[in-house]
Each structure stands twice: as C-alpha cells, then as structure tokens.
C-alpha cells in the first residue's frame, strides 16, 4: 500500500522471550527414530525450545510484549492497538490479544489475532501500520507467539524434530516523517494448497474424538518436500517483488531476516537474491521454527547483538501454513 500521507510507521521497540526448557536433538532420538546428525544436515536445527506444561502463548507474548514496551520507552498505558499472529491461541475465544492486554494492564483498546500460520508476524504488522496510517493510531503492540509444542506429533519424526515454542514482540510508532520504518509491504496466499501444510481437525466433519485422536488430526500435518518447493519458490518471488515494488537493489539491503524454517531455504534465498549468507539473521540452530514467532525472536536477537543500526534496510520474508506468504522492507530509523 503506498502512503497518502508524509507519516510513517516505525519499530519504537523490539522484545522477545523463549522458554527455558531446551529440547536438543539429541533428547529427540530418545522419543523417535531419528539422529543429530540427520536434522541438522537438513534443516540446520541443533535444539529448540519447549513452554512448560502451563505456560501458554499469552504468557510467552506478555513477556515479550513487556520487554519491547520498555525497549520503545513507553508504559503499556501508550499502547493503542494489541494485534498477535499466532496459529497456538491460549482459546479458540477470546482472542490471545485480550489475555495480553489484560496481563499487562493496557488500556480498552482494540485487541485481536491474525491466523497467517508463519507469515503471521508480517500480515500482523501490515495490518497494524494500515490502521495506524488510517485511523491514526500512535502506538500498537503487534506480536508473534506459538506454543507450537502442543500441536506437534511427538511420534511423527517427520514433523516434530522441526518446531519450537516462544513469542516476539515489537512496538509500532507513528512518526511525523516519511520514508522511514515501514516502506513497503507485501501480502499474498494460495489456498489451492491448504492441504499440505494443516491442522486437519475439522469440528464440523463429525468425525468422533477417538478417531480424531488416533489419526492425530488435531496435530500439525505436513508433506515436508512439497512445502520445501514451494516454499523456496514463494519466498524467493516474494523478495524480488518486494525490492522492485520499494525501488531497491539487493545491494541496498544491510540484513535479510527470513521466516527461520529450514537452512536450505534460506540458502536458496541467498543465491537467488545474490545476498551473502552473511546478511542473513539466522537463529533456527538454537530455537527451531516458531512459526509466527521466529521473525521478531531474530529481529529482537539481531537489535540486541547490534547488528542492525541506524539507517539500515532491513528485508523480512516469511512463508507458511495457508499457504500465505508476506515481505518487508523497513528502513531502521
Ligand atoms: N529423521 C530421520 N529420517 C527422517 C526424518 C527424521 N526426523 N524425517 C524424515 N525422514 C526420512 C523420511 O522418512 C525419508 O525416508 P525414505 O527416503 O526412506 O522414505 C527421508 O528421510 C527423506 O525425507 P524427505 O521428506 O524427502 O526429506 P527432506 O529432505 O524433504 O527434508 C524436511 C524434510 C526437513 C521436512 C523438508 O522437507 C522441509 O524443511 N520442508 C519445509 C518445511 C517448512 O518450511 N515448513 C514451513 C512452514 S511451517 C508452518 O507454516 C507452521
């Protein structure tokens, strides 16, 4: 969406929190058939980390959420907007974003989820920064958080040996200034190929509990090989379109955050883009993928480790579930 105004939206403030429990791989060939040797030669992840048994996606996001009010030099009583990506709510309602808000003692502002599956954080930045420039909101919470922990098949190797739990958060701020912050945005889905990548559980088949149970469909399904294709196809098409629609050269970009799923689609990424691995913010070793999640931990990660300074342009571009795919590109102020 171009801007009407001379205002932008900027992030004020960044936080994250990741649970303290780590789940190595090596823990992980103790419950299935699998080996270090083999996760981490195909995906690049070493460890992930797993939320205690009752700690739940607003308590993960709250902290986060808590760190990047404070990081913005803000109290929650500023926040105007709470919207949280996250595909793991604490209950199917209320949203995760009202536990939030009440967690943390905002004000009776809006509160809402976006279901976006990986691309979560993007679609929820994007649908805040609109807002913020239309209704002129100064300053929103927006929030990636999974517990991804409890829709994993602990028996299906295939699938539990990729995902992680924890939440990112960052502050978005409205500043009398143009071109700064968000500069260009991207958003898109094909729901041709749903199927792949799911949940399966569907409460209107009335298929019975038991079997739901027995075939694991409230668990994550996915067809691993196909989502890779298309996944490096997606996120490929995404940053290119992304660059051109900013008027941007790869060149331009400081540091590339991607959707942390798997080393090889980032590697791809990196050849096609012609973008050294080096500008690349990568964290999946130590935490997995968490879904809507994983952007803002690696965004938190790269500000706190001082790899992203001012003037900087940032390129974000994630992939998932939907399927739906979304890209950034962010001039840091
Ligand atoms: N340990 C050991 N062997 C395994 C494991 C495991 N954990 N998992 C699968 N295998 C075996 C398979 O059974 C298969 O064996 P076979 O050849 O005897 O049949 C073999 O390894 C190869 O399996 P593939 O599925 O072809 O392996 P691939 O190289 O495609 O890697 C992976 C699998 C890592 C899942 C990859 O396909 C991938 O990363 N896909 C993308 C996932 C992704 O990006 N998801 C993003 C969105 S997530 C979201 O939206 C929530």
């Known amino acids: 969406m171009s801007q009407a105004s001379e205002k932008s939206v900027i992030i004020s403030g960044v936080g994250s929190y990741t649970p303290s429990k780590i789940l190595t791989n090596d823990d992980l060939s103790k419950i299935v058939e ?8 195909r995906t690049g992840i070493r460890e992930r980390r797993i939320a205690g048994e009752n700690e739940t996606t ?3 996001a709250s902290a986060a959420a808590s760190e990047a009010i404070k990081n913005a030099g803000l109290k929650p009583s500023d926040i105007e907007l709470i919207i949280v990506g996250t595909v793991t709510p604490d209950m199917r309602f209320p949203n995760t974003a009202c536990f939030i808000q009440r967690k943390l003692g905002i004000g009776k502002v809006p509160a809402f989820d ?5 691309s979560g954080f993007l679609y929820t930045v994007e649908i805040a920064r609109s807002l913020m420039l239309t209704s002129g909101y100064k300053h929103a919470l927006v929030i990636g958080a ?3 922990s409890k829709i994993t098949n602990w028996e299906d190797r295939t699938t539990c040996v990729l995902f992680g739990d924890g939440a990112g958060a960052v502050v978005l701020s409205l500043v009398d200034e143009p071109r700064v912050g968000i500069l260009q945005s991207l958003m898109g889905a094909d729901g041709n190929e749903s199927d792949i990548l799911c949940v399966p559980e569907n409460e209107q088949s009335g298929t019975a509990a038991v079997e739901k149970i027995e075939r ?3 668990k994550i399904h996915m067809q691993g090989n196909q989502v890779f294709k298309i996944a490096v196809r997606v996120m490929c098409q995404s940053a290119v379109d992304i660059l051109e ?3 941007i050269s790869a060149e331009d970009i400081s540091l590339v955050i991607p959707h942390q799923a798997n080393n090889r689609i980032i590697e791809a990424l990196s050849q096609r883009l012609g973008i050294g691995m080096d500008r690349f913010k990568i964290n999946l070793d ?7 999640a994983s952007i803002p931990i ?3 990660e790269a500000y706190r480790n001082g790899r992203i300074k001012s003037g900087d342009t940032i390129l974000m571009v994630a992939f998932g579930g939907g399927l739906t795919w979304a890209a950034m590109v962010i001039k840091w102020q």
Do not use: F, P, Q
Not at 34 to 41: C, N, V
Not at 286 to 292: E, H, K, L
């Open 34 to 41: 699998t080996s270090d040797e083999w996760i981490r030669t």
């Open 298 to 300: 690696a965004l938190d």
């Open 286 to 292: 130590r935490y997995g993928n968490t879904s809507a």
């Open 216 to 218: 694991a469909l409230h």
């Open 245 to 247: 629609k900013a008027n």
């Open 146 to 148: 999974e517990k991804l």
């Open 58 to 60: 607003s308590d993960m």
């Open 114 to 118: 976006v279901e976006a599956a990986c």
